[in-house]
């Protein structure tokens, strides 16, 4: 027989279940309220500043990779994305990405690629770093969850990271809003457990409106 104070523990536990299920706590997607399917799990959490996203990450020392795991809330119409910038910090421009989007199936893909720009053509591959294994990507209860292991560039554990989230249009990317969330969703992060952060506060990314039909960069 369980006390009382277990009781309302797992009493919480389930409601907090619940809610994850149902897709109502989308919107809160943090450090506290995470799980992961079977034989993922990552040993910090950052409940990021902006655009309701958090990363989770495991660094290995021994051969200077990161395992990584990018949540981030998203309608079955829009499209999320996490990468590093090896050449500059403070801006989509110079990072090499990882964009989750899913068809009218629910089919989740994960396209790795490079910014070269503003408008980058989101072609695929030439990222300015190595991953192992290929990155994967799932859409459950409002969030994309985007999976994947960096060799992190210059095995510096110190990196410039970014993240993003915007509109499918007939299943394509589209230009991500420009509104504060979206020019402040950048940190220079250090992988090494109980390392240093700092987001940015306003951050140069302030494009004119032409670019505004291509994804931001
Ligand atoms: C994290 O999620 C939990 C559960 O949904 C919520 O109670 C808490 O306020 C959230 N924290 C932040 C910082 O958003
Ligand atoms: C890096 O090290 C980790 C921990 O030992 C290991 O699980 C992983 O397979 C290694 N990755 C590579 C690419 O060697
Ligand atoms: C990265 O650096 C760590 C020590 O900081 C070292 O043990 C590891 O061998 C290095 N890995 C590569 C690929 O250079
Ligand atoms: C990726 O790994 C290959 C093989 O180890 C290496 O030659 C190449 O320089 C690496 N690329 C980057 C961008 O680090
Ligand atoms: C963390 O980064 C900030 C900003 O760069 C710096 O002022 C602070 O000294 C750093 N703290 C540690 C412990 O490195
Ligand atoms: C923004 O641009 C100004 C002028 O080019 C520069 O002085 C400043 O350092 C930049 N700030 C950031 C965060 O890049």
Same mark, same amino acid.
């Given at each position: 027989?369980?006390?009382?104070? *277990?009781?309302?523990?797992?009493?919480?536990?389930?409601? +907090?279940?619940?809610?994850?299920? /149902?897709?109502?706590?989308?919107?809160?997607?943090?450090?506290?309220?995470?799980?992961?399917? @079977?034989?993922?799990? &990552?040993?910090?959490?950052?409940?990021?500043?902006? =655009? %309701?996203?958090?990363?989770?990450?495991?660094?290995?020392? !021994?051969?200077?990779?990161?395992?990584?795991?990018?949540?981030?809330?998203?309608?079955?119409?829009?499209?999320?994305?996490?990468? $590093?910038?090896? !050449?500059?910090?403070? #801006?989509?421009?110079? #990072?090499?990405?990882?964009?989750? /989007?899913?068809?009218?199936?629910?089919?989740?893909?994960?396209?790795?690629? &490079?910014? !070269?720009?503003?408008?980058?053509?989101?072609?695929?591959?030439? =990222?300015?770093?190595?991953?192992?294994?290929?990155?994967?990507? !799932?859409?459950?209860?409002? +969030?994309?969850? $985007?999976?994947? /292991?960096?060799? =992190?560039?210059?095995?510096?554990?110190?990196?410039?990271?970014?993240?993003?989230? %915007?509109?499918?249009?007939?299943?394509?990317?589209?230009? *991500?809003?420009?509104?504060?969330?979206?020019?402040?969703?950048?940190?220079?992060?250090?992988?090494?457990?109980?390392?240093?952060?700092?987001?940015? %506060? @306003?951050?140069? #990314?302030?494009?004119?409106?032409?670019?505004?039909?291509?994804?931001?960069?």
């Amino acid at each position: 027989m369980a006390r009382s104070g *277990h009781s309302s523990s797992a009493w919480l536990l389930l409601a +907090a279940a619940v809610l994850f299920a /149902t897709g109502a706590a989308a919107q809160t997607t943090n450090c506290s309220s995470a799980s992961f399917p @079977a034989g993922r799990s &990552f040993h910090s959490c950052i409940s990021l500043p902006v =655009l %309701g996203a958090s990363i989770y990450y495991t660094y290995h020392a !021994e051969n200077g990779t990161a395992d990584v795991a990018f949540r981030g809330p998203s309608g079955t119409n829009g499209w999320v994305a996490w990468g $590093i910038n090896t !050449e500059q910090a403070n #801006s989509m421009s110079g #990072s090499s990405v990882f964009i989750a /989007t899913q068809n009218g199936n629910g089919v989740v893909t994960v396209l790795p690629t &490079f910014l !070269e720009s503003t408008a980058p053509s989101l072609t695929p591959g030439n =990222l300015r770093f190595n991953v192992s294994g290929a990155p994967a990507a !799932e859409y459950s209860a409002g +969030a994309y969850t $985007i999976y994947v /292991t960096v060799a =992190l560039p210059g095995n510096s554990t110190v990196q410039n990271t970014v993240w993003q989230a %915007g509109p499918l249009v007939n299943g394509q990317i589209s230009p *991500h809003p420009m509104s504060a969330p979206n020019l402040q969703s950048t940190m220079r992060l250090d992988f090494l457990p109980g390392g240093n952060r700092t987001t940015a %506060g @306003a951050p140069n #990314s302030t494009l004119p409106r032409r670019n505004l039909r291509e994804f931001q960069g």
